[in-house]
């Protein structure tokens, strides 16, 4: 079975630029969450889809992030503009709905210059 | 919210047993985890453990919990040098994930 798939794995950008990262879940999997891991912490939760709707995002920046799972499968997440402190790694991770066990992919490394 | 506290460093012999060890604060929470993250790579979940269970054995993996005192602990029998890894703690009641700030082990010859 193959696992999450992210990309890009890497990315520098400048402040205020723009940047996307995009995610392809466990297939059959219906819940869907983008984590925000800073350098030397534990990750933390910044959305989560149930197949293409929001069930959480009260800890998304919505000034300069957004997120989105059109189809209820691949899911994208966009920084705009971005800051020195974005710079993190984006993972993500899926799950079957109603079920505890989140598997991760393997992250976005980003780099905000 | 929840908080999840876990030391920052071990460093274990190989061969000798590992003891991580976590605490966490929402005593509703229904399910605690534990991750190993290695180098550049994602989290991979290890095992977790329902919170009316006291203890989860899984090969060289033993979880124990005591939910009295929200402590949470993992035990890694025979440590390897494959072993070396950033390892989370994590709860939850909502589906929603809380992580410790990982513990280093360090696995030495």
């Known amino acids: 079975e193959a696992g999450v798939a992210q990309s890009p794995r890497y990315k520098i950008i400048e402040k205020r630029q723009s940047v996307a990262f995009w995610c392809n879940p466990i297939?059959?999997?219906?819940?869907l969450y983008w984590y925000q891991q800073i350098l030397g912490q534990g990750p933390k939760l910044l959305i989560q889809?149930?197949?293409?709707?929001?069930?959480?995002d009260s800890q998304l920046p919505k000034d300069r992030f957004s997120a989105e799972r059109l189809k209820g499968v691949d899911s994208t997440l966009k920084i705009q503009p971005a800051k020195l402190e974005d710079s993190a790694v984006y993972l993500c991770a899926s799950s079957l709905m109603g079920n505890y066990e989140q598997y991760f992919g393997p992250g976005t490394r980003l780099t905000v210059t | 919210g929840e908080d999840v506290e876990q030391s920052l460093f071990l460093s274990v012999r190989e061969g000798d047993s590992s003891v991580i060890n976590c605490t966490y604060t929402?005593?509703?929470?229904?399910?605690l985890y534990w991750y190993k993250q290695e180098p550049g790579a994602g989290l991979q979940l290890l095992t977790y453990i329902f919170s009316n269970m006291d203890m989860k054995q899984d090969q060289r993996l033993t979880v124990l919990l005591n939910k009295k005192d929200k402590h949470l602990s993992l035990r890694i029998a025979d440590t390897q040098t494959g072993d070396s890894a950033i390892y989370f703690c994590a709860a939850t009641n909502d589906y929603k994930l809380s992580f410790g700030a990982g513990t280093t082990v360090t696995v030495r010859a």
């Open positions: 297939s059959g999997h219906a819940t």
């Open positions: 929402d005593s509703s929470s229904t399910y």
């Open positions: 889809f149930q197949n293409n709707g929001v069930v959480d």
